[in-house]
DNA sequence: ATCGAAAATATCCTATAGGATTAGCTGCAG
DNA sequence: CTGCAGCTAATCCTATAGGATATTTTCGAT
């Protein structure tokens, strides 16, 4: 037994990857999702009770969570959520971002043909949900899902880029910025206010691409950025704004 | 007890780091050391029957590893060897290094005056074992720990730009990329005939971090990579140099 | 002789138990 | 009331065992 004979066997299947990606998935989820106060205690055995997994899993994947920074390890006494960023490490940040992000652009810009019509879908849903966000934000009614939903598509139009390049290594590396830009912007909580002006932002960027050439592109994305790092800066000790 | 009554327990404190950092730096330098064939199985109970230590920490380490890339994984069916860097991957690799350690070379030379002698110190250790490595080469005594320890400086003089950034991010970064371009040494074997070349190139990027204009010190960098890679391009399929 | 199938081996994955260490709390002395 | 010693409890780390799966070997049929 156990052939292709049952062909309902599909939501084991699903299963096929090993508890560690699922138990990864999951603890991802609960930091970027829900904002977790830094330096909660995150108890392997705890979080094996609640998962109803071994610890064996649940440690394996916090040792991957440690490589992306969203938690901090320190031997023989545990796991911990990653301490808020700093300025300093903001700054860091934004400069890495202008590195990574102006290059990726430049070699992306070699697909530009290939490219352009995914940033306009990506540039499109982005106007639609930002709009969406605007008409909440007059009755009231932001939620967090919808907040969720405005970040990534805002940051789908860059991750299109890092994939344009078709470069594993920079594509790899974009993740490891990822994670770090939305722990930030549970703390900055910016990136609402300024939605229209990045919206503006992203168009540029595309019409550079347009163009085809990888000077333009690049030289639109570390404008692009740069001026979120202006922004940031002035919204980064403004009292939150109000969610349901 | 336990307060600093007895100083003679720094050796215990050693051993303080927890087992799976030790198992991974074992495994890791037995990876980048021998070269070992890309495909081989990493048997977690093998590598726990040969350290004496139970799985688990094997375990985590290799979680890291696979993380680094030079190990791969598939679930239920275990680690194995990454295989050989293809010719494309090379030059996405050397792509991402033009990104990575051009923008680097940029951001460092804000702090150019604290970082040329640790330039200047690196550069002179780079031209005594480059010295050492022609006259082995010449009677034939090249062993491969020489070739080590010049990869090593070779490298030492990249990794202390990425450490005149001050930025943590571009540094994590940075050791992404060592263990790539280790790895990539490893099968392409270059490195060694072009020696003074290098040497040469580091020194025009030590030329332009002492004018400290960044569009310079990025200039040189990218210049020198390029060159590295056009070099690996004609060397890419030459038989190997004898080793003892 | 070659191909296919089935059994045996080795390996991974998960679960549970025990020793060692650390954090938190209670109680007492100053 | 404050500070410190000592104890309790929770946690991490390591080790071992059992079930499930993949790979290899062997055997038999064409």
């Not at 998962?51 to 064996?56: A, D, F």
């Amino acid at each position: 037994m156990s052939e292709s004979t049952y062909p309902l066997g599909d939501s084991v299947l699903i299963e096929r990857k090993g508890l560690r990606d699922r138990v990864y998935d999951l603890v991802l989820d609960m930091l970027v999702g829900q904002a977790i106060a830094p330096g909660t205690r995150l108890s392997i055995d705890a979080i094996a009770r609640d998962l109803k997994v071994s610890p064996t899993p649940v440690r394996e994947a916090l040792v991957q969570l440690e490589r992306t920074g969203l938690v901090t390890r320190e031997p023989l006494k545990g796991y911990r959520v990653a301490p808020q960023i700093t300025d300093g490490q903001l700054e860091s940040l934004f400069d890495t971002r202008i590195v990574l992000e102006g290059g990726a652009a430049a070699l992306a810009a070699r697909h530009a043909d290939a490219l352009v019509p995914r940033l306009e879908a990506a540039l499109a849903e982005h106007r639609t949900v930002t709009a969406t966000v605007r008409a909440a934000a007059a009755t009231d009614g932001l939620t967090v899902a919808l907040l969720r939903q405005y970040f990534t598509v805002d940051w789908n139009f860059h991750h299109l880029i890092f994939e344009g390049t078709d470069n594993p290594f920079l594509i790899d590396m974009s993740e490891a910025i990822s994670t770090r830009v939305h722990r930030m912007r549970q703390t900055v909580l910016s990136g609402v206010t300024d939605a229209d002006d990045a919206v503006a932002e992203h168009a540029l960027i595309l019409d550079a691409f347009r163009t085809g050439k990888p000077d333009a592109a690049a030289a639109s994305m570390r404008d692009h950025i740069e001026k979120v790092r202006f922004r940031s800066r002035t919204d980064a000790h403004t009292p939150d704004v109000h969610v349901h």
